[in-house]
């Protein structure tokens, strides 16, 4: 059987096309959802998404009862040497 394609903007157009699929026997499938891949290479680090599953329970002490902000740590730790 051939495929075709077709692209819409809206949802009252998919559901003509349902509708339309009844008298003109076609079918409509749904393309399934891309999963987007976990790594990301960003100028050749490669990036990888946190999850739930990563124990930061070690840096706990580390960072306890610290005056530490954000803009400080970028300050301080985060500059490149020249």
């Not at 009252?12 to 079918?27: C, G, N, Q, V, W």
């Not at 306890?64 to 400080?72: A, M």
């Amino acid at each position: 059987m051939p495929d075709i394609v077709i692209k819409y903007k809206s949802r009252k157009t998919l559901e003509a096309l349902m509708d339309f699929a009844k008298y003109f026997e076609y079918s409509v499938v749904m393309p399934k959802p891309k999963i987007k891949s976990r790594k990301t290479n960003i100028n050749g680090a490669t990036i990888i998404q946190a999850d739930n599953t990563i124990d930061t329970s070690d840096l706990e002490p580390i960072f306890t009862n610290r005056n530490i902000d954000s803009k400080q740590l970028r300050k301080v730790a985060w500059q490149r040497n020249k």
